[in-house]
């Protein structure tokens, strides 16, 4: 499991560090932000590779899920697909998954994994917060709106399904629409 959300986080730093390179004409401050990003995620995968020397292994050892790259392979040539369904989407659903993935592994006696996930939940909230910004700036820049849009974008790139338990809390914190929590919940 450490070694997986190890791989999470390494893909997240390429993502980032892809976003700044990817897409020109952006406002400066859309790079500002994903280079923050890219190094807290680095801190992140760096925290998570560093815990799993302790436990006798290494990062590389073992196989590893590629999902959010498929997906900025999949929104390459669109910055708002892009936005839409790798931090909103994908990294969203990290919001959810840490509270229970964080229990098991306290509930495992693993509390310094505990303790890094704790760290990870904290700076994804504001990952996600970051893609919300971008993805409302996007809609407002395109005369887009923002619910019609991702609905139609997670149609076409084949986004997967976003299923519950939901950390509104996160989410909410992250900036999230009460429109956008009800149409997730709903």
Known sequence: MIHALAHIEFNAINLALDAIWRFAA???AFYADWLKVAA????HFSLLADHLVV???AY???PAHNSLWDMAEKTASDVLARIALVPRTMEARGLDASPPVRAKLAQAGDLAAAAILDIILRDEIGHVATGNHWFAWLCATRGLDPLSTYAGLARQYQAPAL????NIAARKAAGFS???L????A
Do not use: I, K, V
Not at 40 to 43: G, K, W
Not at 182 to 185: E, I
């Open 26 to 28: 952006m406002p400066e």
């Open 40 to 43: 807290e995620e680095a801190l």
């Open 55 to 57: 436990l006798g292994y």
């Open 60 to 62: 590389g050892e073992f």
């Open 163 to 166: 299923r519950g338990p939901f």
């Open 178 to 180: 009460e429109a956008e």
């Open 182 to 185: 009800l149409a997730l919940t």
